[in-house]
């Protein structure tokens, strides 16, 4: 089984910053890696697939990059609604396993 | 606009059985593969279980293989899951996902619109 381990696990940032994500896949997963984000209570929402196509609606701060097995997702100025927990996840095979999640708190 | 509707979920005995359902609107649901996704309290997502848009192809985690079926009904737009033999680690919110794509061994196909879930609570 593929697995993903998300790095850092939390993370502590201001209004404004840029804040990077990492997403490591145990075995080369070629570009077949999505984001989703989830707030609190909330179901999870889609962000970005194939590693870097930002899906319809999701604003332009956010960013993904990544091949293989290593991968990243970027927000470019953290806005007060970022504020969430994020999760990658492997699209390389039927199990559609997920990272364990990055929760970005406000410093 | 697309909606994904789950119930079924509540309070059941561990060993026990309970069928979650999810129904489906704004969409052609018979032309995408469709998923259950759970997250048990305060932790992560877990993919639980996937089925081709024509329900000919399915797949389980490891965690629930052998104890959880997969089905879907296109001519009523729903999605299902039969779970037996619950356990104490099963219980959490039940979330039906759809898939951009029909075919759920389609590489590079993500979950495009999730529904809020059912909670599913497994306690004697």
């Known amino acids: 089984d593929i697995q993903l381990t998300q790095s850092p696990s939390f993370l502590s940032a201001s209004v404004g910053d840029r804040v990077t994500i990492t997403c490591r896949a145990s075995?080369?997963?070629?570009?077949?890696l999505a984001w989703y984000q989830q707030k609190p209570g909330k179901a999870p929402k889609l962000l970005i697939y194939?590693?870097?196509t930002l899906q319809s609606g999701v604003p332009s701060r956010f960013s993904g990059s990544g091949s293989g097995t290593e991968f990243t997702l970027t927000i470019s100025s953290l806005q007060p609604e970022d504020f969430a927990t994020y999760y990658c996840?492997?699209?390389?095979?039927?199990?559609?396993?997920f990272g364990q999640g990055t929760k970005v708190e406000i410093k | 606009e697309v909606q994904l509707v789950e119930s079924g979920g509540g309070l059941v005995q561990p060993g026990r059985s309970l069928r979650l359902s999810c129904g489906a609107s704004?969409?052609?649901?018979?032309?995408?593969?469709m998923h259950w996704v759970r997250q048990a309290p305060g932790k992560g997502l877990e993919w639980v279980s996937g089925?081709?848009?024509?329900?000919?192809?399915?797949g389980y985690a490891d965690s629930v293989k052998g104890r959880f079926t997969i089905s879907r009904d296109n001519a009523k737009n729903s999605l299902y899951l039969q779970m037996n033999s619950l356990r104490a680690e099963d219980m959490a919110l039940y979330y039906c996902?759809?898939?951009?794509?029909?075919?759920?061994?389609?590489?590079?196909?993500?979950?495009?619109?999730w529904g809020q879930g059912t909670l599913v609570t497994v306690s004697s």
């Open positions: 194939a590693a870097s």
């Open positions: 996840q492997q699209l390389n095979n039927y199990l559609r396993t």
């Open positions: 075995q080369g997963i070629s570009s077949y």
């Open positions: 704004g969409f052609i649901f018979d032309d995408y593969a």
């Open positions: 089925i081709s848009w024509n329900g000919n192809m399915k």
């Open positions: 996902a759809k898939a951009s794509g029909g075919d759920i061994v389609a590489l590079g196909v993500p979950f495009d619109s």
